[in-house]
Structures are given as C-alpha cells and as structure tokens.
C-alpha cells in the first residue's frame, strides 16, 4: 500500500521560504506523476506543482518563479521548495501521486502552511 508522508509545514511571515517534503512508500520512480495540491478554507483542491513521468512539470500559474519541485532519488522523497511566500499561499498543501493501470490516486494527509505577520 502506498504511503506518502508530509512534512516541513508551519507559519512564515510574507517574503519567507519553507521547504514541504513528501516521503514516499514506493519508489517514486514507479508513479505515473507526483506532486502537491493545496486547499484553503472555502476554496477548491488545486494543483501547485507536478512532475508527470518523463520529466515534465506543470506549476500553477500563481507560483510559477517562486515555487520548484524536486526529487531526492535516494530518500525516495519529493520537495516543494517555497519562496517569497505571500499571505494567499496560505493552505493545507497535499502530496499527491498516481499509480498502476488504470490509475490510482494516493494523497497525503496535508501539512498547514500559515503565510502571515
């Protein structure tokens, strides 16, 4: 069964950086893609960044230029690098990964990102 495993949450003031990380049961080589989602309160799911297989990534347009998505093969981990972080980054952020044929959708149980003075 596959676990995926959030961590690196917490509260910044504007213009700061987290790094989330999402530790993975399985190889993260065998998803068919792997990223984050996040949700505010009110608000629908929606993506932040992914890496499909083959290596391209889509970024929401809102966090394109401060937000990168990146892989540690050998901790089988996947990062969101946060940069210059604005209050509307605030949300519940979501590891996400698809797998198997046809495919299965794996979430994590979200990590509180605060982005405030």
């Known amino acids: 069964q596959v676990q995926l495993v959030e961590s690196g949450g917490g509260e910044v003031q504007p213009g700061g950086s987290l790094r989330l990380s999402c530790a993975a049961s399985?190889?993260?080589?065998?998803?068919?893609?792997v990223g984050w989602f996040r949700q505010a309160p009110g608000d629908q799911r929606e993506l932040v960044a992914r890496?499909?297989?083959?290596?391209?990534?889509n970024y929401a347009d809102s966090v394109k230029g401060r937000f990168t998505i990146s892989r540690d093969s050998a901790k089988n981990t996947v990062y969101l690098q946060m940069n210059s972080l604005k209050p509307e980054d605030s949300a519940v952020y979501y590891c996400?990964?698809?797998?198997?044929?046809?495919?299965?959708?794996?979430w994590g149980k979200g990590i509180l990102v605060t982005v405030s003075s």
């Open positions: 996400h990964a698809t797998s198997g044929n046809p495919p299965v959708d794996y």
């Open positions: 399985g190889s993260i080589f065998s998803f068919n893609a």
């Open positions: 890496r499909i297989r083959g290596g391209y990534i």
